[in-house]
T-cell receptor, first 111, second 112 residues
């Protein structure tokens, strides 16, 4: 079993929709949870991260972590075609900086 | 200029050849990483280095070696390339005490 599981998609939504991206994880030692966005032929770029449980909001995006169910979510409101990319979730243990990634979900926002 | 620069961006090589992928950074971070990305498998850690004198194996280090020439430079070598090492390779950096990693643009390696 992979430590971080993520549905690969693709997920297609109309412009303006609310997007929900999700991951589950199995490593109870994860303390930080990250969301990266990766455009085609580019390196991943950090969108946001949360420490432990709870929510974090940044612009149109909200990240949620539920440690009791080992569930990570990223919500994107008012989705735009420029949001079309692959979204990668990752967990990090408190003792180091090694990221363990999910496989990524491909998102397409259509006009 | 990119903060994390990888060279080359694309490379085709033959089975059995030795190849080196290079990474340099201007972020001043101590920690550097090499990942490979494969469809359906995501990003997997090959090697990481927390400072110049510290090198550690990741989850898939077999067939690879690394060298940390300076704080800003971290290279990945394939001593004898094989076709299943065909992948997208990424270098990343971070600073101690934070969880944020910054990635280069990637090197697309094809072994024929």
């Amino acid at each position: 079993q992979k430590e971080v599981e993520q549905d690969p998609g693709p997920l297609s939504v109309p412009e303006g929709a609310i997007v929900s991206l999700n991951c589950t994880y199995s490593n109870s030692a994860f303390q930080y949870f990250m969301w990266y966005r990766q455009y085609s032929r580019k390196g991943p770029e950090l969108l946001m991260y949360t420490y432990s449980s709870g929510n974090k909001e940044d612009g149109r995006s909200t990240a949620q972590v539920d440690k009791s169910s080992k569930y990570i979510s990223l919500f994107i409101r008012d989705s735009q075609p420029s949001d079309s990319a692959t979204y990668l979730c990752a967990g990090v243990t408190g003792g180091g900086n090694k990221l363990t990634f999910g496989t990524g979900t491909q998102l397409k926002v259509e006009l | 200029d990119a903060d994390v620069t990888q060279t080359p961006r694309n490379r085709i090589t033959k089975t059995g050849k030795r190849i080196m992928l290079e990474c340099s950074q201007t972020k001043g971070h101590d920690r550097m990483y090499w990942y490979r990305q494969d469809p359906g498998l995501g990003l997997r850690l090959i090697y990481y280095s927390f400072d110049v004198k510290d090198i550690n194996k990741g989850e898939i280090s077999d067939g690879y070696s690394v060298s940390r020439q300076a704080q800003a430079k971290f290279s990945l070598s394939l001593e004898s390339a094989i076709p299943n090492q065909t992948a997208l390779y990424f270098c990343a950096t971070s600073k101690p005490g934070t969880a944020e990693a910054f990635f280069g643009q990637g090197t697309r390696l094809t072994v024929v």
